[in-house]
């Protein structure tokens, strides 16, 4: 079902282009929050993109390398556990979203949501499920979010993360209580992680 990129259509009947940006990771206690953002062409079609959380984890990498190829310009930002807590999440989020929108010149800056402060943006309310610009930024977080925990979960094999990718499901959270926390990779501002043992 294609996306109704009401923004995308009014830039790119002017020949003017778009950059959509969204993250992965928000809601994890553990690990990266990842920002992806991408420039698509003017008039771009692909049914297939769509928010990352409605797609499978094999049409996921299936489409984070077709957008790779087709996208006019695309970033990824990996923001650490350290500078979360240092900001909190929210402001790491917008932080990260503003470097992003500035390094590729286009008409409109489209975020799922969250507001930057950026001239050029228009935050929209589930934007990963209306517009194809930040969908596909949606999948380029996504995927190499997932890939960056599943290589985590090579060294910390004990804590599962290649299963719930670092967010607090129950088994997650028995897991911390049983073995601690890790420091520089939990994220010690969120209520679960506090007061935990650290390893």
């Excluded at 079902?1 to 002017?14: I, R």
């Excluded at 991408?38 to 692909?46: A, F, G, R, T």
Aim: glycine letters at 4%; a neutral charge; charged letters at 30%.
């Amino acid at each position: 079902m294609s996306l109704e990129n009401t923004f995308e259509k009014f830039a790119w009947k002017d020949n003017l282009l778009v950059m959509g940006i969204d993250e992965a990771g928000r809601g994890p206690l553990c690990g990266p929050l990842v920002v992806g953002a991408c420039v698509l062409p003017i008039n771009y079609q692909n049914d297939a993109i769509n928010d990352s959380k409605k797609l499978t984890a094999k049409k996921r990498d299936e489409l984070f390398e077709v957008i790779k190829e087709d996208a006019v310009w695309f970033s990824v930002k990996i923001v650490e556990p350290k500078v979360i807590d240092e900001l909190n999440i929210l402001e790491a989020t917008r932080s990260a979203m503003l470097e992003l929108s500035n390094e590729y010149e286009v008409s409109n800056v489209l975020t799922d949501a969250v507001k930057i402060n950026n001239d050029l943006n228009t935050p929209i309310i589930k934007g990963d499920a209306k517009s194809i610009s930040i969908a596909a930024a949606s999948i380029l977080a996504k995927v190499t979010r997932d890939r960056i925990m599943d290589e985590y979960a090579k060294v910390y094999p004990e804590y599962e993360l290649d299963k719930h990718k670092g967010y607090p499901t129950k088994k997650h959270l028995e897991l911390i209580e049983k073995y601690g926390v890790i420091k520089d990779f939990y994220r010690f501002s969120y209520k679960p992680v506090k007061n935990k043992k650290v390893r």
